[in-house]
């Protein structure tokens, strides 16, 4: 079935550094792909999806791009913030009545 | 308007009670999804409900069920309690009669219950 595989973190930048993390899925055709966003002591929320291969996602200054070649979704931001600490899902769907596979999770730490 | 709202938003159980969690959907959705998140760990899909109807199911034992309410509603019990079912309960809504995921692709989440089994 659907899955996804996400670097594990914790990943741990400075202030206005480059952040990408990694994401890979196996799937029939070609699903929707999505980054979801957790943070501290809040549910999770949609940050960006992509619905087609070649699809840029972007949101908040993050962005992904669904690539079939490489079966890869990796999310990037040029410059994070403090504000960006967070943790970070990889999800695409398993079926048409919004079932999600969830990567693992990675949990980002920006600095000042 | 009012998001998904869940309660209670922390509760402490002894191995082999019962516990039930409560879920309100986001205004104008009618599906309801419950996920359990361990520490550490992504979502792990439970079941859905759809007109008062278990739609789907996840790999999890018949010791968790639910059961949705005319007003969308939702409530997730779980029996004869494990140390192993210690976990984040995530209720998450959707609209499907406006297409649901395959149109926004969006799940709006509540802020979780969090479960610890003594």
């Known amino acids: 079935g659907n899955s996804v595989t996400q670097m594990e973190g914790p990943v741990t930048l400075s202030e206005e550094a480059f952040l990408t993390i990694n994401c890979t899925y196996t799937?029939?055709?070609?699903?929707?792909l999505f980054w979801y966003v957790q943070y501290p002591g809040e549910g999770l929320q949609l940050l960006l999806k992509?619905?087609?291969?070649?699809d840029k996602g972007s949101n908040k200054g993050f962005e992904a791009t669904y690539r079939k070649e490489t079966t890869s979704f990796h999310l990037e931001k040029g410059s994070v913030q403090v504000s960006d600490s967070a943790v970070y899902f990889c999800?695409?769907?398993?079926?048409?009545?919004?079932?999600?596979?969830f990567g693992a999770g990675t949990q980002v730490v920006v600095t000042p | 308007d009012a998001g998904v709202t869940q309660s209670p938003t922390h509760l402490i159980k002894t191995r082999g009670q019962q516990v039930t969690l409560r879920c309100s959907p986001k205004?104008?959705?009618?599906?309801v999804s419950w996920y359990q998140q361990a520490l550490g760990q992504g979502p792990q899909f439970i079941f859905q409900?759809?007109?008062?109807?278990?739609?789907q199911r996840g790999n999890f034992p018949d010791r968790f069920s639910g059961h949705q309410f005319p007003n969308y509603s939702s409530e997730l019990n779980v029996n004869a309690l494990l140390l192993g079912d210690s976990a984040l309960y995530l209720c998450?809504?959707?609209?499907?009669?406006?297409?649901?995921?395959?149109?926004?692709?969006?799940?709006?989440f509540g802020e979780g219950s969090r479960l610890t089994v003594l």
């Open positions: 799937a029939t055709g070609y699903p929707s």
């Open positions: 205004s104008g959705h009618d599906t």
């Open positions: 999800a695409l769907p398993t079926d048409s009545w919004g079932k999600l596979q």
């Open positions: 998450a809504s959707s609209p499907w009669r406006a297409g649901g995921m395959r149109d926004t692709g969006e799940l709006f």
């Open positions: 409900y759809y007109e008062e109807e278990e739609r």
């Open positions: 992509a619905t087609k291969a070649d």
